[in-house]
Structure formats: C-alpha cells, structure tokens
C-alpha cells in the first residue's frame, strides 16, 4: 500500500476530524514515523466469523465516512455492514449499490497512485503531492540494530519473490549469476529478502551462486524491512511491493520488469531504474506465462549488473 501514501498524506491534510485505518497489522507499521493515522483497527483474520466481528466492532464507533482503497466486494460490504453513513469508492466487482458516492474511472490504464488520488478529487480535497514518501523511526532503527548486529554496510538487496505469481519473477538462476557479479566486482555483500512463503526461493538463490558465502538470506518483518532496505547502496526487486518501499525511502532501485504494464506503477521518482525486454507480448498482465517468459529471461544479468555498476559510480 506504498503507493496510497501521498492520498493518505493529502486526506490527513484536509480532515478536521480523526482518521482511522482498518486493515492489515503489518501494514500500519508501513506508515510509521508519518504520523496519517490517530487510531488503526488490526483486521487480519480471514473468515466468515472474524468478518462479522469487524463489522460489529465498526457498527458501535457510529463512523461518519468510510473510504475503500481494495477494490473487493467484501471491503464495501464491510461498512455498508456497519451502517456507516457516507461510503466512497469504486463502483468494481458490481460494490456499487453499496456505495454513496462513486469514484469515476479514466477510460485508459493509470498509475496506482493516481488511481487513489482521484478519490481525493471526488472528496473535493487538494492533492499535496503524487510521489509516496515513507520514514523509518529511531526506534525502528533501534530494534534492527539490536536483532541483526551481523548485517554490515555497504550491501545489496534482492527482492526475489513476487506475490502476485510466477510470471512476475526473474529466473533464479539469473539473481545467483547477479550476487556473483555483485560481490566478485564491488566487494559489497548481498541480502535476500523473502516474503511470505519464499525463504525456500531464496535459499536456492543462495545455492546457486559461487559466492554463497557473502550472499545471506534474511527474514525480516515489515519493520526491519524498511530499516534493511533504507541502508542498502542498491536494491534489485522484482516488479513487487518491496520495490515501492526502497523508491518512497529515496534507495536506487532496479526493477526486474516482466508482463505488467508499466503505467499501472509510474509516478514521479528518481530513484527507479527500469530493467526490461521489449517483446510483442509484453504487457500481458498474466499471473503465469503461457510462452517462454522471455519477457524476463531475456533481462540478462550482465546488463542489470551494468545498471547496478552505474547505480554505484554515481
């Protein structure tokens, strides 16, 4: 949810009441040290029984307005649910009886973050800014630093997994030709950092490559996440979400660029470096590839270390 930052920022800016945020645990530590939200209801159990239990958590708050980021049936449903009176935005997944006032969509595709800040367009709110910024605390710092006394700048990060799908994902074989280059040529070390369910994709990084020694593997939570990836000289990610924590905390970033369309993920940043192949496929938006994913194979890991080279010398 990085890239909801700058209409969270622009809301905060424009509310004379509280802000409340409802959603996943991991993701209000994302926004810490930025000071959106005054209060945030944890909601992270799936299930029919957990589901009715946040509606009647919400119910007896007597909440003035809602806004739905996810697109899904269920978010509406929520605080249609709930009985709160004014609920804002898009009309997907046939929601839109739920709602009190509907987002207009554009008719091309459009940068997420501008997707968000349509919704403060329709609030009649101004927007202060279209490039997402996060922060990483003192105290965040602190607790890294007390759990991880092993992790040494200068290194590199590699964000391996992707948790949209498989077609989203570099060859492995190509991070481990990578980690060599990286350590053989610039003499940093490397840290793999796997999401949920991926730590089994990094150690086979891990194995693969000769340097196996000063490429490490780390499991991190969102907290030491963003403190890891802050300190990192360069970051090399697949098109996924850590991608958008290493830009908003201003970190060179090299993404891997596979069948996603590009427009979806743009804003205004210097710190992203594309690494693509121009095919007469791409973009297909397809969790698995039904050809060669040539698309990312042929991203050759000599002209990402290229890019890493540049990254490092300027």
Not at 86 to 113: D, H, I, S
Not at 275 to 291: F, G, S, V, Y
């Amino acid at each position: 949810m990085v890239m909801a930052e700058p209409f969270l920022r622009s809301l905060r800016a424009s509310l004379k009441g509280e802000l409340w945020g409802i959603g996943k645990t991991s993701a209000i530590h994302l926004y810490n040290g930025l000071e959106l939200f005054d209060r945030f209801i944890p909601y992270d159990k799936k299930g029919f029984l957990p589901f009715l239990n946040a509606v009647e958590s919400l119910k007896n708050i007597y909440f003035e307005r809602a806004i739905m980021l996810p697109h899904s049936f269920r978010s509406a449903l929520l605080f249609y649910g709930a009985h709160v009176k004014e609920r804002t935005g898009y009309a997907r997944n046939r929601r839109g009886f739920m709602l009190t006032r509907q987002v207009p969509e554009g008719p091309n595709p459009e940068p997420t973050v501008e997707h968000y800040l349509r919704i403060i367009d329709a609030l009649g709110s101004r927007r202060l800014t279209d490039t997402p910024t996060l922060s990483v605390t003192a105290d965040e710092e602190q607790r890294f630093d007390e759990r991880h006394l092993d992790i040494n700048r200068p290194y590199g990060v590699f964000i391996a997994g992707a948790q949209y799908g498989p077609s989203k994902r570099w060859p492995d074989t190509h991070f481990s030709e990578l980690a060599d280059m990286v350590v053989q040529k610039t003499g940093m070390d490397v840290y793999i950092l796997p999401g949920k369910s991926e730590t089994a994709i990094a150690q086979g990084i891990r194995e693969g490559a000769k340097e196996k020694d000063r490429v490490h593997v780390k499991d991190l939570d969102i907290r030491e996440l963003k403190v890891c990836i802050s300190r990192a000289s360069v970051v090399v990610s697949n098109d996924t979400g850590p991608r958008h924590i290493a830009a908003a905390l201003s970190v060179p970033t090299v993404v891997l660029l596979g069948p996603m369309d590009e427009r979806y993920t743009q804003y205004p940043n210097f710190h992203t470096h594309l690494a693509l192949k121009d095919l007469p496929c791409r973009p297909c938006n397809k969790k698995t590839c039904d050809r060669d994913h040539e698309c990312l194979k042929g991203i050759k890991p000599e002209d990402v270390f290229k890019k890493v080279e540049d990254i490092l010398n300027g």
